[in-house]
């Protein structure tokens, strides 16, 4: 089956440092990855979609020069949260969609910014 | 209005209960629907699509109703390890594929 690998699995850091989360998918070609984010007790709410080798479409509300996507291959999209804030700590999850599996979730990320 | 809405619960119920959870989406043009099972803390993982027919895995069963925008989810015979949130997911269509997801319905099964 589908496996979408996503490091770290949780990361604690502080207030203005910049923090990178990788996801890779590991057996099949990801034509499409989408970033969510979580907090606590509700529900995933889209953050942008990234196709291999195309800038990133973002959501409304979700600043673009804040969490840089980059999907450089088939197979790796990362997202950068750059000059964290607390308000930034949340659950961040990462999604594959590929033709033949459909969507596929990466573990999550979960940051801390203290 | 909320795209995808669910009532949050929780729902306590005894071990071998059927319980039911019930979700409505506001776009009626959307194309898939899925009901996704969320542990605390972790991933979502599939539980099963769901298809106007209504299909069944297991104790699990599921329907789609279009005309009322309306999704169930049955659960038979319900297992001390089926506590979790279950997640109503939508593709609303538009272009680019993107799934919608509801608010979640937490269960917990209790002996």
């Known amino acids: ?114 | 209005r909320k795209e995808v809405e669910q009532d949050p619960g929780p729902f306590n119920v005894p071990e071998g209960a059927t319980v039911a959870f019930n979700c409505t989406y506001s776009n009626s043009a959307s194309q898939s629907f899925f009901w996704y099972r969320q542990d605390c803390r972790k991933e979502p993982k599939l539980l099963m699509s769901v298809y106007s027919s209504g299909n069944e895995d297991g104790r699990f069963t599921a329907q789609l109703n279009r005309a009322s925008q309306y999704i169930s989810l049955l659960i038979r015979d319900s297992k001390l390890s089926d506590s979790a949130t279950y997640l109503c997911v939508v593709n609303m269509g538009g272009g680019g594929n993107k799934l919608t997801f509801g608010t979640g319905t937490q269960l917990k099964v209790e002996l």
């Open chain 1, 1 to 114: 089956g589908a496996v979408v690998s996503q490091h770290p699995s949780w990361v604690i850091c502080k207030s203005g440092t910049s923090v990178k989360i990788e996801c890779r998918s590991l057996d099949f070609q990801a034509t499409t990855m989408f970033w969510y984010r979580q907090f606590p007790k509700q529900s995933l709410m889209l953050m942008a979609t990234s196709n291999e080798g195309s800038k990133a479409t973002y959501e409304q509300g979700v600043e673009k020069d804040k969490f840089l996507i980059n999907h450089a291959s088939l197979t790796l999209s990362t997202l950068t949260v750059t000059s964290a804030h607390p308000e930034d700590s949340s659950f961040y999850i990462c999604s594959a969609r590929n033709r033949n599996y459909g969507y596929t979730f990466g573990s999550g990320t979960r940051l801390t910014v203290v």
